[in-house]
């Protein structure tokens, strides 16, 4: 092989790896592209995520307050619970007492 067919080889050889470069820079480039329309979709989608996560937050922020509102009122309404049950309670002792006072009075009268 002379030096003229060297430079001929080698020159095809440049070209055809300069070919192959360019069609897998084109081929990457059709298939990553995002177009205009792709991106204001994804703006639309993010905006709508983060409205959704700030409906979330607000909605556990609500829920926890009605929690701990709901957990006071139960706490008072045991608390009236065990009054109530503590008067009932000396009620019947005192009705127990008054018959057996009943009672007494009758027997020995």
Do not use: P
């Not at 001929?8 to 055809?16: C, E, G, H």
């Not at 059709?30 to 994804?42: A, P, Q």
């Not at 706490?75 to 009054?83: C, I, R």
């Amino acid at each position: 092989m002379n030096r003229t067919e060297f430079v001929i080889a080698t020159a095809v050889i440049l070209f055809i790896a300069f070919c192959l470069g360019w069609f897998a820079y084109w081929l990457i480039h059709r298939f990553t592209r995002v177009s205009k329309s792709d991106m204001g979709e994804l703006e639309r989608m993010a905006q709508e995520l983060h409205e959704a996560e700030e409906i979330r937050d607000q909605a556990i922020t609500y829920l926890q307050q009605r929690e701990a509102e709901l957990t006071n009122q139960l706490s008072q309404t045991e608390a009236e619970l065990n009054a109530a049950m503590e008067g009932l309670r000396e009620a019947r002792h005192e009705a127990e007492e008054l018959r057996a006072y009943i009672e007494r009075v009758n027997h020995a009268g």
